[in-house]
């Protein structure tokens, strides 16, 4: 049996696994994504090392697949300059907003919006406040790519990367030389993009268990990967993504209008073979809802067990709940032993105040496909994982001035003109009732559980619960971009308990999904033959019963430990072939309850009739 490596690098998780010719996993192991690439390269080679010890096996390839937009600039030695410099951090915000960017334009180029989660936004961050860093930034990489290069020596990307950086144009597949030159930067200065089955290097790396020379492949983008392995791959298919965030995927003949995509809130990116459009529309607040309300019933002194997502774990617009926000420092500082305490999920990420450094001057030049210097990835027993705190200090002191961080807010999609919510809940309203609820007996069970009680409080829930929610955390993303749209409870009666909010939460959840593919269906004119839903919450039979029945097509559950850690392998197991000889991974179809398929049918036109209405 030959078996394939995944790598899967989230905004909370990195997933390492060793899979066989159909996606079965061998073993998997899961380790908290570390704030810089020394770290980040130490948890990938013991993930490796870990499945190679628990296999007895070797791995035939290694596939690649995370998130996009979080990366690094490399000095021209191929040392990182900084931490991670992650999606979620505000940076850029400003500046990006200072270029007056025609955003008709911009769509029609790139397929997306100016936000500051592009890494477009923090090079121009980088070069109003940090210019010695983005002068001696030789390359920049996205994560999947900076730990191809770690493992392998060679620099690349996949256009499924390369087209978040909102300095790529999807219609020519090639970067964009007018938008790159708003940050100072040329096309040099970033990977070469190069399909998913082309291998980038052999590893040459030290890595107990994995030989040198085995190939390495960059599978793309975690949506993308997550779904092409689910068989979502034409027009007439659909995926739906589930994690902290949710995205419905829907492969199109072409992309739309850039007025509709804007005035939708939907991305249009290129498709993991690169033939056509994949529409993304995205729910920011999904997983991280029932987070969030897991977090009211948890006192100080108990700590929930990590939630069950272990999917894509990044949405179209807003960065999903309780994500860490790094801080770049100086790349000679030294790590301390310690990690901080997350803060609770469903909280929008803590902005500390610290400073970036710049370094010193830059080393002499290397080609891209050289062997970084110094890459953790050489070093035969990993070090213990941490994370950056934002007082660390350099072992040097660097060239240049300190800069302070400016306080931002995370954008949540086109720009509206929605007014201000109310800064206080009046009473007498519904969030009276639901602090009723979470102060009951009953939410001492999740007190003393947080997602292991999960089970127990939702087994005696009755669906319909009678309460329609709309699961807007911070703001609304697609289909019908509102920045200011914020959560809001109806129906909630005195005999509903813990169990019932929570259910209710996840009602929201699908109802809004439906909407999002509902609209999409509209805008392709094809209304898909199947949705494949993966993600972390398909092992929670409740959401697969609401999902079932809420969705206006047939699902089926992907029934894989991680989907794209496990489409990542399988898409490594065809190097130097074809993406259309991936196989599918295993899917089970779900019949909806007909009765409950009634029963939410008015439901869900009460909540479209809902969303029609301004926001107060």
């Not at 074809?578 to 019949?591: A, Q, T």
Request: hydrophobic fraction near 40%.
């Amino acid at each position: 049996m030959t078996l394939t490596a995944g790598i899967d690098v989230g905004t909370t998780h990195v997933k390492v696994g060793f899979f066989d010719e159909r996606g079965s996993c061998a073993s998997a192991v899961r380790h908290p994504t570390p704030h810089d690439l020394p770290g980040l390269m130490a948890t990938v080679v013991r993930g490796l090392e870990e499945c190679a010890e628990r296999t007895g096996r070797q791995p035939f390839s290694i596939g690649i697949a995370g998130m996009a937009e979080t990366g690094v600039p490399f000095d021209a030695s191929g040392q990182a300059l900084t931490p991670l410099l992650w999606w979620n951090d505000p940076r850029g915000t400003a500046e990006i907003a200072e270029l007056g960017l025609n955003a008709v334009d911009l769509y029609a180029r790139t397929g997306r919006w100016a936000d500051a989660k592009a890494p477009l936004a923090k090079w121009l961050w980088l070069r109003k406040h940090a210019p010695d860093v983005l002068r001696a930034m030789r390359w920049w990489a996205s994560v999947p790519d900076a730990v191809a290069y770690a493992l392998t020596g060679v620099l690349r990307t996949h256009a499924t990367l390369a087209a978040r950086t909102l300095g790529y144009s999807v219609g020519r597949a090639d970067y964009d030389t007018d938008l790159l030159a708003l940050a100072g930067l040329r096309s040099e200065r970033l990977p070469l993009v190069q399909p998913s089955v082309r291998p980038v290097g052999g590893v040459v790396a030290q890595v107990r268990g994995v030989p040198r020379g085995t190939p390495v492949v960059i599978a793309g983008h975690d949506h993308a990967v997550g779904a092409w392995a689910a068989g979502v791959r034409r027009p007439g298919s659909a995926a739906d993504s589930l994690g902290a965030a949710e995205a419905m995927l829907v492969p199109a003949t072409h992309p739309p209008s850039p007025g509709v995509g804007l005035a939708m809130g939907v991305t249009a990116d290129p498709s993991l073979d690169g033939t056509r459009t994949v529409l993304v529309g995205g729910l920011p607040t999904s997983g991280a809802t029932v987070d969030w309300l897991l977090s009211l019933f948890t006192t100080a002194n108990d700590t929930p067990t990590a939630p069950p997502t272990g999917q894509p774990s990044e949405p179209p617009t807003t960065p999903p709940a309780g994500a860490p926000t790094p801080t770049p420092t100086a790349p000679t500082a030294a790590p301390p032993t310690t990690k901080p305490a997350a803060p609770p999920a469903g909280t929008p990420a803590a902005m500390p105040t610290t400073t970036l450094t710049t370094p010193p001057n830059a080393k002499p030049a290397a080609p891209p496909n050289a062997t970084p210097a110094g890459t953790p990835a050489t070093t035969t027993t990993p070090a213990t994982t941490t994370t950056p705190t934002t007082t660390a200090t350099p072992a040097a002191t660097p060239a240049g001035t300190p800069v302070a961080m400016p306080a931002a807010t995370p954008n949540a999609g086109p720009a509206t003109t929605r007014a201000a919510p109310p800064a206080a809940t009046p009473a007498g309203t519904p969030a009276e009732a639901v602090t009723a609820v979470l102060t009951s007996p009953a939410g001492a069970v999740v007190r003393a559980g947080g997602y292991a009680a999960l089970p127990v409080l939702l087994a005696g829930v009755r669906l319909p619960t009678g309460i329609l929610v709309e699961p807007y955390l911070r703001g609304r993303a697609a289909p019908a971009p509102d920045r200011e749209r914020r959560m809001a409870w109806s129906g909630i009666a005195s005999g509903h308990g813990p169990g019932d909010l929570l259910a209710a939460a996840i009602e929201g959840t699908c109802l809004h999904s439906r909407w999002i593919l509902d609209e999409l269906t509209t805008l392709t004119g094809v209304t898909p033959d199947r949705l494949a839903v993966f993600g972390g919450q398909v092992r929670i039979p409740l959401w697969m019963r609401v999902k079932a029945a809420v969705s206006p097509v047939p699902i089926d559950v992907v029934r894989a430990d991680d989907a794209v850690c496990a489409g990542a392998a399988l898409i490594a197991g065809q190097v130097g072939g074809s993406l259309d000889d991936v196989p599918v991974l295993p899917r089970e179809h779900l019949p909806p309850d007909p009765h409950l398929q009634a029963a939410y049918l008015p439901l869900y036109q009460r909540f479209r009739s809902q969303q029609r209405q301004e926001h107060p």
